[in-house]
T-cell receptor, first 113, second 110 residues
């Protein structure tokens, strides 16, 4: 069974479009994260939710909006996509908001043309 | 600004060699240091080091945290082609946020 899953795996879209990426974890964890990995392989935290509550909100354009319908799901919606949004987006989860050990999903490669 | 720096950026070795990967950090509220292995997809957890656990070992992999030097090393002995991956170092701060380095790309040739 996949612990942390993301859909879609690949997403190619044009500038100006709106898109969503979905994430689900079946580990029973309380905390979920979104990371962006750029072309230089830097993984940067974007958001973190603990039991549906936003706890980390890094300096990210407000075109990015996370939504957590329940603690097993964390979705990322992106409005008005720009070329610079092209990256791999990883979802992750941890036992709770005070755990450092995080489990990552397979990533979603977003390409904006 | 908090930062994590890894070296070398890339490394090519032959099977059986021993490699040492380096990670140094400047993080204001350091709490832990983690190593991840990233193959084609998701980073997978290897080790976590803290003030109360500065050395970890699992099979051919081992890691040491030097809090005085603000650094860590990851050693891999008797490397195998399956060790080829990007190795990521991350530091956890007091807000339980992970700050990642850019990784070391290791290629093990047969």
């Amino acid at each position: 069974d996949t612990a942390v899953s993301q859909t879609p795996k690949y997403l190619v879209t044009q500038m100006g479009n709106d898109k969503s990426i979905k994430c689900e974890q079946n580990l029973g964890h309380d905390t979920m994260y979104w990371y962006k990995q750029d072309s230089k392989k830097f993984l940067k935290i974007m958001f973190s939710y603990n039991n549906k509550e936003l706890i980390i909100n890094e300096t990210v354009p407000n075109r990015f909006s996370p939504k957590s319908p329940d603690k097993a799901h964390l979705n990322l919606h992106i409005n008005s996509l720009e070329l610079g949004d092209s990256a791999v987006y990883f979802c992750a989860s941890s036992q709770d908001g005070v755990s450092y050990e995080q489990y990552f999903g397979p990533g979603t490669r977003l390409t904006v043309t | 600004e908090d930062k994590v720096v890894q070296s070398p950026l890339s490394l090519v070795v032959h099977e059986g060699d021993t490699v040492t990967l380096n990670c140094s950090y400047e993080v204001t509220n350091f709490r832990s240091l983690l190593w991840y292995k990233q193959e084609k997809k998701a980073p997978t957890f290897l080790f976590m080091l803290t003030s109360s656990g500065i050395e970890k070992k699992s099979g051919r992999l081992s890691s040491i945290l030097d809090k005085k030097e603000l650094s860590s090393i990851l050693n891999i002995t008797a490397t195998q082609t399956g060790d080829s991956a990007i190795y990521l170092c991350a530091v956890g701060d007091s807000s339980y946020k992970l700050i990642f380095g850019s990784g070391t790309r290791l290629l093990v040739r047969p």
